[in-house]
């Protein structure tokens, strides 16, 4: 059955914050949390093929299912040998959600009968039976279940109502198709901007035979996420694993730990790759042995000029292919005003190995029992202004030998 599939420990656990271990028992393997999957478009990691994986943590892969559908015929669906092995990633554990936390869009209406999903051929319906299709094809080694999720902020609590129970519903339906599958079910638990709502959900979901939770708090008021994710996590049973979509900043992570979930999505690294920045934040031990008194940035803007200069690596401490080499911050500062692919693959290496190591220390620190004063150190010691886009109001550096010419307008000519 599945609910031998995967065993949940709670190792320490203080207040509401829990440093655990997620357990696969066909596979052999363990996820330690509070932790983060690791995202992907399509199924690759964004920017990196598999040989830039070796070096990184990658354990927990986290795929959408809205990204294989672009065909009415998917091909994905038409191989006999499951995803992992589709997708190239055989040794990693899979996760699989219908749609994508990153790119959750209002595209079109729900039903009782289906869920809209986005892919590149326009957009689609899942319906229940359409999902187990999917899932006895795929056969990951956890499933989310569908889920009515709202993306309007000023939703009627009429339509709240209906979320909470169309979400119950698919649920029964989607448990019912995977009870043969032995896959793993994690049920989303909804309620979006109303708190009873949410407490109802939560009460009501964890009622089923589901090995897991999902709590959603995408796009809502980052000062009220706290307040939602309590909500849920009260009413949820402490000895399974919960899941949080829209915490996705380390802000945001300390926030989640703090009220008791366990794993993130990991779309922070994709986000800040895309800037054109590289994490560079501490928590807990090593926070305190390089804390000073000024406000620092949690990244260093990689299309900054004044790097253009700069021989040293993005960490020297870091253990990715960015840094064990080392690139220097001026060597991708140059790829990145070069438009190289290069800079995106070391930026996005760079940023999932640092993502990781930063929930590597929330878990030592939560061992230590000094999670709290870590989180209130980290809190005070870096910027919480929202990070900007590194290429916006950018311009090509010159290049002495170009005339004049900017580099990118003298590549164009050079073709």
Known sequence: MASSAVNFKLQAESSLFRRGALQFVKKNKTIQTPGCMTYTLRGSVPHLIKDNLPLLPIELVQISLEQFLEQREPSSLKYPHGIHKYINLEDALIYCDV??????????????????????????????????????VYRPDVVASMADTITDLEAKTKRI??????????????????????????????????????????????????????????????????????????????????????????????????????LFDGTYAYKVTEKGRAISF?????????????????????????????FEPLDSTCGCEACSRPHTKAYIHHLLNAHEMLAPILLMSHNVYQLEKFMASIRKSIENQRFE?????????????KEANGMEDHEDEVDDQSLGVHLKKKRTLLL
Do not use: C
Not at 101 to 108: E, G, H, N, Q, V
Not at 124 to 130: F, L, S
């Open 99 to 136: 749609r994508d936390p990153l790119r959750l869009s209002p595209i079109s209406f729900n039903t009782d009968k289906y869920l809209s999903v986005e892919t590149h051929g326009g957009v689609r319906q899942v319906t229940p039976d359409n999902w187990a299709e999917a899932m006895s």
């Open 161 to 262: 109502k209906r979320s909470v129970d169309r979400s119950l519903r698919w649920l029964d339906e989607n448990l019912k198709k995977t009870k043969e599958l032995e896959i793993p079910v994690f049920a989303p638990v909804m309620g979006h901007t109303d708190v009873e709502e949410r407490a109802r959900s939560a009460t009501e979901t964890a009622e089923r035979d589901v090995q897991g939770f999902i709590v959603n708090v995408l796009g809502l008021d980052k000062d009220q996420l706290s307040k939602h994710v309590k909500a849920s996590t009260d009413n949820l049973p402490k000895d399974k694993p919960r899941i949080a979509y829209g915490l996705a900043s380390p802000e945001s992570i300390l926030q989640g730990v703090a009220n008791g979930i366990d």
């Open 282 to 310: 501490k928590f807990g031990e090593e926070l305190n042995d390089t804390a000073g008194s000024t406000e620092q940035p949690k990244t260093i803007n990689l299309w900054d000029s004044q790097l253009a200069h700069t």
């Open 373 to 385: 004063q870590d989180m209130e150190a980290f809190m005070k010691y870096y910027s919480h202004k």
